[in-house]
């Protein structure tokens, strides 16, 4: 299993103005993506 929803909790809490999502707040950005690849 890997922990991304908790990498993104964690980033979030540490730096809000990060955008992890893209617009329709269902998919990643690619911050968010690199986030995501980063945690494996």
């Known amino acids: 299993?890997?922990?991304?929803?908790?990498?993104?909790?964690r980033s979030l809490a540490q730096k809000?103005?990060?955008i992890l999502h893209a617009p329709d707040k269902r998919h990643p950005s690619l911050a968010g993506t690199y986030l995501a690849a980063c945690s494996v």
């Open 1 to 9: 299993m890997i922990p991304v929803g908790l990498a993104f909790a």
């Open 16 to 18: 809000p103005e990060l």
